[in-house]
């Protein structure tokens, strides 16, 4: 078997190559943060006139929030009751379960036929 | 035993007889051990701490350690790998040689972002402990930008006019950095007659449960992101069988002691609400601790912490990305070396823009997940790579700089690890996950179905290996 000759890749092919990649990576990137999807689900509940005993505080703790320049109880209360939200649905497990899983099946199959014609190439046919 | 003898000095990663691109040999093993050490330690300074928010104080020190763990796996494997594999892209000229093309493209492309990522976090870091200091001194409303740009140009500038200098930077200001952790544990936790530290105080039940610890470990990543970096340097250390294996473990062993340090001092001073939101949680600690002197030491810790950081992350991005431009993966104009100063310098100034579009646009926790989801998947790549490895070529086919114990339980370990920290990102964090990954198989599609025709076949397998077992 000859050995495989690719073709040269003229200089504008590869400046559009290299256009088509960043503009995947930074889209794919970007796409969740301009469709407000990215970042957690992370709400405050704040209560009208907050207290440090209301947000559960305790002494030691106020002395560290007033070093930190919060005065006041209102000032911390939305950073001491801001929560993540892990409900989740079983289907949505099951859709990243499946993407992640078959992503990985996809490159193995494909990287094992072209790595057997590296190494025929590469070694000979067997 | 084979004649093939990787450890060989006279025989390097491209082949008998030396390199042919001619990237400069001049690194040591404390090079490598401030290139890993240096990337990493960052995380110390900053992100760490958003552990604490997704679980709590100790949900953070258990994904600390599980995170630990789960890098010791990746050293272990990472070092028998890399003692046989010694040239530049690290885990992609792994994956070219033992799993297959389409498998290295996608390393690369793990490698380039994850570490570009972090370049951009660190930059942002910077930005921001400047803001703070200037606020502190009474200039409130400083303009972040120019500082973050300034700091990716300088540092990219060093890269581009050699490695040594880069890299012996890098060492001294991570010897700093680290030192000025133990410093602030010993003045906090030791010497100071009244001691700052409140943990029985200010330590609090797990606020999410034991779901918050599975959680937490999407943060916990980020104590020793970046360790894997180390392999990148192959092509420009003089031993790379005795210095990669060193630099590499003595690497994780100093950053399980900091990280572990840095949890006990912050988690003493501050509620862990605050913390888990903080931008630059150990100066915040130095702050709290009632001495200027560790405010200080503390606030040049972060800012050599993130400089040190970044110019690793260029080091490293650069490298990934020249090592594919060089097997024609990407446009072969990227695997050119500078003529005066051997760097690849197209690669470091193509990916200069990349770095600030997410500096200067995007939220920091969103730019280290971007950085986190990067890592994880090559951290997945690993073990599937050390179980081919080991049944393509047994112990006595090729000689090994280092050969990693007990295998495979290491490599089953990581593999689990690996799926309980993809469902703690999918805690909160989904929608990147799911379009990350989406992205990875469009350009695999990309790759396989259009790229590779530019690709030689028997060129892209360079060592000295035997044919592998089962070919």
């Known amino acids: 078997m000859a050995d495989y000759t690719p073709p040269t890749q003229s200089k504008f092919g590869q400046i559009i190559d290299v256009i088509v990649l960043l503009v995947l990576a930074i889209g794919a990137l970007y796409l969740p943060l301009w469709l407000n999807l990215a970042g957690s689900s992370q709400?405050?509940?704040?209560?009208e006139n907050p207290t440090w005993e209301s947000l559960g505080q305790n002494a030691t703790m106020i002395e560290k929030w007033n070093q930190l320049g919060y005065a006041e109880a209102a000032d911390a209360a939305e950073l001491i009751t801001a929560r993540f939200d892990y409900s989740f649905s079983i289907l949505s497990l099951l859709v990243m379960i499946v993407v992640v899983v078959g992503y990985y099946a996809l490159i193995l199959r494909f990287s094992e036929k072209e790595y057997g014609d590296v190494i025929a190439e590469k070694f000979g046919k067997k | 035993m084979s004649d093939t003898d990787i450890t060989s000095k006279d025989m390097d990663g491209m082949g008998p007889g030396g390199t042919k691109v001619g990237l400069a040999r001049v690194l040591g093993p404390a090079h490598i051990?401030?290139?890993?050490?240096?990337?990493?330690?960052v995380g110390e300074y900053m992100g760490w701490n958003f552990a604490v928010g997704k679980g709590g104080a100790y949900a953070a020190l258990l994904a600390c350690w599980f995170a630990g763990i789960l890098y010791s796996c990746v050293a272990m494997i990472d070092s028998e790998v890399t003692s046989t594999v010694?040239?530049?892209?690290?885990?992609?000229?792994?994956?070219k040689h033992i799993v297959g093309p389409l498998m290295a493209f996608n390393v690369g492309l793990y490698l380039v972002f994850a570490y570009t990522m972090l370049e951009a976090a660190n930059a942002i870091t910077f930005g921001f402990l400047i803001d703070t200091v200037a606020g502190m001194t009474g200039h409130e409303?400083?303009?972040?930008?120019?500082?973050?740009?300034?700091?990716?140009?300088?540092?990219?500038?060093?890269?581009?006019?050699?490695?040594?200098?880069?890299?012996?930077?890098?060492?001294?200001?991570?010897?700093?950095?680290?030192?000025?952790?133990?410093?602030?544990?010993?003045?906090?936790?030791?010497?100071?007659?009244?001691?700052?530290?409140?943990?029985?105080?200010?330590?609090?039940?797990?606020?999410?449960?034991?779901l918050g610890i599975l959680a937490a470990m999407h943060f916990g990543l980020w104590y020793y992101l970046g360790i894997e970096g180390t392999c990148q340097a192959a092509e420009e250390v003089r031993s790379p069988?005795?210095?990669?294996?060193?630099?590499?473990?003595?690497?994780?062993?100093?950053?399980?002691?900091?990280?572990?340090?840095?949890?006990?001092?912050?988690?003493?001073?501050?509620?862990?609400?605050?913390?888990?939101?903080?931008?630059?949680?150990?100066?915040?600690?130095?702050?709290?601790?009632?001495?200027?002197?560790?405010?200080?030491?503390?606030?040049?810790?972060?800012?050599?912490?993130t400089l040190a950081s970044a110019n690793g992350c260029i080091n490293d991005a650069s490298r990934a990305w020249f090592a594919?431009?060089?097997?024609?993966?990407?446009?072969?104009?990227?695997?050119?070396?500078?003529?005066?100063?051997?760097?690849?310098?197209?690669?470091?100034?193509?990916?200069?823009?990349?770095?600030?579009?997410?500096?200067?646009?995007?939220?920091?926790?969103?730019?280290?997940?971007?950085?986190?989801?990067?890592?994880?998947?090559?951290?997945?790549?690993?073990p599937l790579n050390v179980i081919l490895f080991r049944r393509k070529w047994p112990l006595d086919t090729i000689k090994r700089g280092y050969e990693h114990p007990f295998h495979p339980i290491p490599a089953i370990l990581l593999l689990c690890l690996c799926g309980v920290t993809f469902f703690a990102v999918f805690l909160g964090y989904g929608s990147q996950l799911v379009?990350?990954?989406?992205?990875?198989?469009?350009?695999?599609?990309?790759?396989?179905?259009?790229?590779?025709?530019?690709?030689?076949?028997?060129?892209?397998?360079?060592?000295?290996?035997?044919?592998?077992r089962g070919y």
Request: net charge positive; aromatic share 16%.
């Open chain 2, 33 to 41: 051990w401030g290139l890993g050490v240096g990337i990493v330690l």
């Open chain 2, 86 to 95: 010694a040239a530049a892209g690290g885990q992609y000229t792994q994956a």
């Open chain 1, 43 to 47: 709400t405050s509940n704040v209560s």
């Open chain 2, 241 to 305: 069988a005795r210095s990669l294996p060193f630099g590499t473990l003595a690497g994780i062993m100093t950053l399980l002691i900091a990280a572990t340090l840095t949890w006990y001092v912050c988690v003493g001073l501050m509620p862990w609400e605050y913390l888990g939101q903080a931008g630059v949680p150990l100066f915040d600690a130095a702050r709290l601790s009632g001495s200027m002197t560790l405010m200080i030491l503390l606030g040049i810790g972060t800012m050599f912490a």
């Open chain 2, 435 to 468: 379009a990350m990954i989406s992205f990875y198989i469009i350009v695999s599609l990309w790759f396989h179905f259009w790229r590779y025709r530019f690709v030689r076949r028997a060129a892209q397998f360079t060592m000295p290996w035997p044919r592998p």
């Open chain 2, 324 to 382: 594919m431009g060089r097997d024609h993966y990407l446009p072969e104009w990227f695997g050119a070396v500078h003529p005066k100063f051997r760097t690849p310098y197209r690669s470091i100034i193509f990916l200069i823009p990349i770095a600030l579009i997410f500096a200067l646009g995007a939220p920091l926790d969103q730019v280290i997940t971007f950085s986190i989801l990067s890592g994880l998947l090559g951290y997945t790549f690993m």
């Open chain 2, 141 to 210: 409303g400083l303009d972040q930008r120019p500082f973050i740009v300034l700091a990716i140009m300088f540092l990219a500038w060093l890269n581009y006019r050699g490695v040594l200098a880069t890299l012996t930077f890098s060492l001294i200001i991570t010897a700093v950095a680290f030192s000025a952790i133990i410093i602030l544990f010993l003045s906090t936790a030791v010497f100071m007659g009244d001691s700052p530290l409140r943990h029985a105080q200010l330590m609090t039940d797990l606020p999410y449960g034991w």
